[in-house]
């Protein structure tokens, strides 16, 4: 009798702690959502990829190839993730960022020659959708069983996102004299009217995260920003004749190399089959913000779990 009582709660201990393990699955209904709402605050680098500066080839568009490490910018990203499915969560995001480009860090003779250049304060809101494809999101375990090893605490996500944004942005150049003017107002093309300051914006990527205690995550994102404007850096179709200008800048910044063979009005300025596109690789910690506290809780409920319960 005493043997089967034994086995009983051997049994009985056996059932009770794999209930509480359920939690290590990645679709536990605890678990994930401990996660549902969360903040984020990150810093980064980006990358354009349009008509002006570039590698060492004619531009290759949608290319890694084409990107010129020395025009790299910065961003800085805060966003708050509202998750409301084991696989599925939504990001909305405001992002400030520069992008630059110039053509004397290409090794391309015909873009280095051209001698154009911008740089440009950039600010974007994006609302996007992740796909979390892979996580561990799991508690230690609550009984110290004998001959089983503790499990520690974990939480993992690697995920792939897309969605829509708006973005802002205002193209500048330096004039002879050191001063940075906006292009936009110059209308450098020749334009009866100046583009538009706002784009659509189509991001996509993949991104990674993982905890460093109960409430905090860190991970990156590296993410491809396709947009609908070819004149984030101010350059798009083709020369315009310098009579048409009014000032002495507008000129100046039309055309740089006026006067070299391949740069007279009707030339190609830039490539206006493809829109611009930029790159981020950005770092982000996150702040849960519907974390609880399971172990204080059956604290203040008289409860004393012997293991640890955090997540």
């Not at 189509?202 to 905890?211: D, H, M, S, T």
């Amino acid at each position: 009798m005493k043997i089967k009582i034994g086995v009983f709660s051997i049994i009985l201990m056996w059932f009770s702690t794999c209930v509480v393990a359920q939690h290590t699955n990645f679709n536990s209904q605890s678990n994930w959502s401990l996660n549902k709402k969360e903040l984020q605050i990150g810093l980064g680098a980006t990358q354009f990829n349009g008509d002006l500066g570039g590698s060492y080839t004619v531009g290759k568009d949608y290319s890694l190839k084409d990107i010129d490490w020395p025009s790299t910018g910065f961003a800085g990203w805060l966003g708050y993730r509202q998750r409301f499915h084991p696989y599925f969560a939504t990001t909305t995001s405001l992002c400030v960022f520069n992008l630059k480009g110039d053509d004397k860090y290409s090794q391309e003779p015909i873009r280095n020659s051209r001698d154009l250049h911008f740089r440009s304060l950039n600010i974007e809101v994006q609302q996007r959708l992740e796909f979390i494809f892979f996580a561990t999101e799991r508690f230690g375990s609550r009984f110290n069983l004998p001959g089983k090893k503790h499990n520690k605490n974990r939480n993992e996500q690697y995920y792939v996102f897309g969605g829509l944004g708006l973005c802002y942005f205002n193209p500048q150049a330096q004039f002879k004299d050191g001063t940075w003017m906006n292009l936009r107002p110059m209308k450098t093309e020749g334009q009866e009217k100046a583009y538009s300051p706002i784009t659509l914006t189509v991001p996509f990527g993949f991104g990674f995260r993982v905890g460093v205690g109960r409430v905090w995550r860190v991970g990156a994102e590296i993410a491809y920003v396709k947009t609908f404007s070819d004149y984030m850096d101010d350059v798009s179709t083709v020369y315009a004749d310098p009579a048409s200008f009014s000032t002495e800048a507008a000129e100046y910044f039309s055309n740089p190399a006026i006067g070299n063979p391949g740069f007279d009005p009707g030339y190609q300025r830039g490539d206006s089959k493809h829109k611009d596109a930029y790159y981020h690789l950005n770092l982000i910690v996150t702040r849960n913000l519907t974390f609880k506290d399971y172990g204080r809780q059956r604290s203040r409920n008289g409860i004393k779990p012997r293991g640890r319960y955090k997540v």
